[in-house]
């Protein structure tokens, strides 16, 4: 549609030769000449995508303080967190059978208190994780026992939660 409009503008101006005269009061004339030609077209197209539920047009979507996209560590998200959610009881002491003393205290560590076949933390499965079950209170589905985590302080976020899951979906590094 737009370059049709450019030739029906074109077309008036080159039937009078490409020029426009016009003359004042003076009796002076003027002669402007119309050289270029502006057949250029809008042929860029919009990709953005805005891809979280806010208004703005960020496409962030970490959700964890290591500050890349990948999944969380436990290093920089995960234990930071439950070094300051679960301690003292088992960061300090053993309440439950647990001290959590780094990653290999609890992935693909067996849980062997209340559901034995389930290890703490088995990695790429949140549902094959006993704690993940601790922490959302569903740890009676799968023979567990005991309160839902942690039991001072509240429950974990919803963010602490997805914090949580990202970090097993990606394989509890």
Not at 27 to 33: A, E, F, N, R, Y
Not at 63 to 88: E, K, M, Q, V, Y
Not at 143 to 165: C, D, H, K, N
Request: proline content about 5%.
């Amino acid at each position: 549609m737009r370059l049709d409009l450019t030739v029906l503008v074109l077309l008036p101006l080159a039937a009078c030769g490409g020029k426009d005269e016009t003359s004042d009061s003076g009796g002076d004339s003027d002669t402007d000449t119309d050289t270029d030609s502006d057949t250029d077209t809008d042929t860029d197209t919009d990709t953005d995508s805005d891809t979280d539920s806010d208004t703005d047009s960020d496409t962030d979507t970490d959700t964890h303080s290591g500050g890349s996209t990948g999944a969380p560590t436990f290093a920089a998200d995960i234990g930071p967190l439950l070094n300051s959610r679960c301690a003292p009881c088992h960061i300090s002491g053993a309440s439950g059978g647990l001290t959590i003393s780094g990653a290999g205290s609890i992935v693909n560590a067996s849980s062997g208190n209340g559901a034995p076949v389930l290890d703490y933390i088995e990695p790429n499965d949140p549902d094959a994780s006993y704690m993940w079950h601790k922490l959302n209170g569903t740890q009676g589905t799968v023979g567990g026992i005991g309160g839902r985590m942690p039991l001072t302080g509240g429950v974990f976020s919803a963010a602490e939660l997805q914090l949580m899951e990202d970090w097993i979906n990606g394989g509890a590094l």
